[in-house]
């Protein structure tokens, strides 16, 4: 069912934790429904570039990797706010090298997750912009 | 790596003794039962040998069996078929909400074509009320189909109960057997039920080949039409090395039916005693002894099905879940929601479904396994004790 990248990062999730003192918080997903990813990251606050991030999942083997996915497109990276937003689903699952449709909506949830912590640390910090 | 495999409730092995029954049925003697020279003859005679065999295992008689190709044929068969047959005297069907969606399905169609169908809810423990169910007759009932054990979490269901009020208001009893059919002692006249659906993939039989009992009398009309077959009751040129299979491995089920119980009880009671034991956080679902032989079914809080299924299956073991995820229409299992269990509990859910090759050495596995899983999966986890929701 799925590809082989999916099942590496199932069996070996990357970038697995929460980041203690988060600058960003963002959650997707709900227990109800069956997926909830939640990432925080650390953000340079001069360059403004995203210096560290970890993911939690409650969820099947797709939303399992496709948060550790979307952690490895981002660490170490030094993505600004902006790049890291355009990171969308489609990116996440042709980096997994495909998910099966039925699974596709997982892989919505890992960039959700992601942009919703970037959008978390422009609110704390009292910033207006939106970068969508 | 040895693999085991503790999905029985979806599937089971073929036993050697029923592979060496069908075999000669491929080739030698392929007569078409229907012709008259030595070689359909023959065919028939075989027919009527496994027709016996599975009578047998229900106390029936021979000529009230009708091959199907399945338990979702039978099932189909004995809803529809009564349905149509007895449009004139009324319309209503009474069912449950936990049934196979085999049931549920040809209810549903029913219901678009001019019938009304009543679901009955279960309790927290996925058992059906037999006051209910007599509440819930009519006038214009025709039919009422209750399972007699549920395949997702094993309750077995108050049949003879049900069958003495459908018997006494002179409604049609259909059950559906497919998980109880050579697993548990069956008496359709004890019972007092009117048809049962039975498959033969589900106790070691070959896949493709079903039952269907129907007392004699039962107004019925058939599912498959064509030829003169099974006297004119289903239509199509018999799957005779199927039938044969299927005789074959009823015969043995009742024969070992006794010993076999007992040995699942056993090894059912220690997996569901040392998972609850070995791993916070978990419930059973259903009842914990009013519930069938090797059926094991336990929901981990914080993790989901399908990611433990893959974890199990990596480690060699075979599984299911009622977890969303796993379903194709990516709904929790609707067996547990209609016990009332919470969504994000069925998501964690796991069945375990023993059978005549599990062992203690594989339990003993299992649980080697599956806390070690757990553990890592949880640790993966947003949700915990003081954060259900993260």
């Keep these: 069912m799925y590809s082989e990248m999916v099942m590496d990062h199932f069996s070996n999730p990357r970038n697995v934790g929460e980041i203690e003192d988060a600058d960003g918080v963002g959650v997707a997903g709900n227990p109800v429904c069956g997926d909830v990813m939640k990432i925080t990251i650390k953000v340079d606050h001069e360059g403004e570039t995203i210096k560290d991030i970890k993911f939690k999942t409650f969820g099947c083997g797709a939303a399992i990797a496709t948060s550790s996915m979307v952690t490895e497109m981002v660490k170490g990276k030094a993505l600004t706010l902006e790049e890291a937003m355009k990171i969308t689903n489609k990116t996440v699952a042709e980096a997994l090298d495909g998910l099966p449709p039925i699974k596709m909506h997982c892989s919505n949830l890992a960039a959700d997750a992601l942009h919703a912590a970037i959008e978390d640390y422009l609110q704390k910090k009292g910033d207006q912009r939106t970068l969508k | ?390």
Aim: include cysteine.
């Design chain 2, 1 to 390: 790596m040895k693999r085991i495999y503790l999905d029985h409730a979806a599937t089971t092995p073929m036993r050697s003794e029923v592979v060496e029954a069908m075999w000669p049925y491929f080739r030698e003697k392929f007569g078409n039962a229907s012709t008259l020279y030595f070689d359909g003859q023959e065919a028939k005679g075989a027919i009527d040998t496994g027709r016996e065999k599975v009578a047998s295992v229900i106390n029936a008689t021979p000529s009230e069996i009708v091959f199907t190709s399945g338990g979702t044929e039978s099932d189909n068969f004995a809803i529809s078929g009564v349905a149509w047959a007895n449009q004139k005297r009324g319309n209503h069907i009474i069912t449950t909400s936990i049934e196979h969606h085999a049931v549920l399905n040809i209810c549903k169609f029913l219901e678009k074509r001019g019938f009304e169908v009543t679901y009955l809810p279960v309790d927290g423990q996925g058992f059906v009320d037999p006051a209910d169910v007599r509440n819930a007759i009519r006038k214009n009932t025709i039919l009422i189909s209750i399972m007699h054990a549920n395949n997702e979490v094993g309750t077995i269901e108050p049949i003879e109960e049900i069958g003495t009020i459908a018997k006494e208001k002179g409604v049609y009893f259909h059950t559906d057997g497919v998980q109880t059919f050579g697993h548990l002692p069956i008496d359709i006249t004890r019972l007092h039920v009117d048809l049962l659906s039975a498959s033969a993939h589900k106790l070691y039989g070959p896949k493709g080949v079903g039952a269907l009992y129907i007392r004699n009398g039962v107004k019925i009309v058939p599912f498959l039409y064509g030829g003169d077959q099974e006297n004119k009751r289903r239509a199509s040129t018999e799957n005779v090395a199927g039938i044969v299979g299927f005789g074959k491995a009823a015969e043995l089920a009742l024969n070992e039916m006794e010993e076999e119980i007992k040995r699942l009880i056993l090894l059912r009671d220690k997996l569901i005693k040392e998972i609850l034991e070995k791993i916070k956080y978990t419930r059973l679902n259903g009842h914990p002894t009013k519930r069938l032989p090797g059926n094991v079914n336990i929901s981990v809080e914080f993790v989901e099905g399908e990611s433990m299924l893959l974890q199990l299956d990596m480690k060699g073991i075979c599984a299911s879940s009622g977890s969303a995820c796993t379903s194709s229409i990516l709904e929790p299992s609707h067996v547990l929601t209609a016990m009332g269990i919470p969504a994000e509990v069925a998501h964690g859910s796991l069945r375990l479904t023993l059978g005549r090759d599990n062992t203690t050495e594989d339990i003993n596995y299992f649980l080697e396994v599956l806390p070690v899983i757990v553990e890592r999966l949880r640790a993966m986890s947003p949700l915990s004790l003081k954060k259900r929701l993260p």
